[in-house]
């Protein structure tokens, strides 16, 4: 598999798997790269890490899916922390977190492990969600077909920090300009009754952070 050790700013690269578990689980979404009749593509998708693998989903129809089991892929998920802006055009850049990685795709098959896999989904992006509607009937498992990768050949890369680039008194405004994403106020289906109280799940999702 390709090596994954950055060529620009070493320095910036690891392995460590503190640092990528980190990375990916406060991502709410991976792309992923792969070759189709010659052509490339990237699809991004939702995602959910157990240990050192990734699991995605898509329908048993998706052409996507079909194109990847069994191949290898990449994979990537990207956090922008901030603008970090220098003297010059040429020297501004972001803080960022990233993870690129290279796996074989495996299909998952047998019908517990996917509906295991189907409520981790789930309770991923929403926890409570699943123990508030049930678990998905056998019908739903069966027409999506769920894969795993591998973090084995995986690496961060993560810019952090000032400008780091001289300056005098004449220098225009410097520094960085923080990037944030957050959970805004729900907005309740119009086809529900508007007195409906919301979850308390819901509250502490949006109370939260990522």
């Avoid at 991502?27 to 995605?56: K, N, S, W």
């Avoid at 010059?88 to 047998?110: K, L, P, Q």
Wanted: aromatic letters at 10%; hydrophobic letters at 35%; proline letters at 7%.
């Amino acid at each position: 598999m390709p090596n994954t050790k950055p060529s620009r700013y070493p320095s910036r690269g690891t392995d460590d798997k503190e640092t990528l578990y980190q990375i990916l689980d406060e991502g709410l979404f991976c792309t992923i790269a792969f070759m189709r009749e010659g052509i490339p593509h990237q699809i991004p998708t939702g995602f959910a890490r157990v240990e050192d693998h990734l699991y995605i989903h898509a329908s048993a129809k998706s052409h996507f899916m079909e194109s990847i089991i069994g191949t290898e892929v990449s994979f990537s998920v990207t956090h922008m922390d901030a603008l970090v802006l220098a003297p010059t055009a040429f020297d501004h850049s972001f803080n960022y977190r990233s993870v690129i990685g290279f796996s074989i795709v495996e299909e998952i098959v047998n019908p517990k492990e996917k509906l295991k896999f189907f409520n981790l989904f789930t309770d991923r992006y929403i926890p409570g969600r699943i123990a508030d509607i049930g678990e998905p009937t056998p019908e739903q498992v069966s027409i999506t077909r769920i894969a795993r990768l591998t973090l084995a050949n995986a690496a961060a890369k993560i810019r952090t920090g000032d400008v780091n680039v001289k300056m005098d008194e004449n220098t225009p405004w410097c520094g960085l300009v923080p990037i944030e994403q957050r959970y805004g106020n729900p907005e309740k289906d119009h086809q529900q009754d508007q007195s409906l109280p919301l979850p308390e799940y819901i509250k502490v999702l949006i109370n939260g952070s990522r």
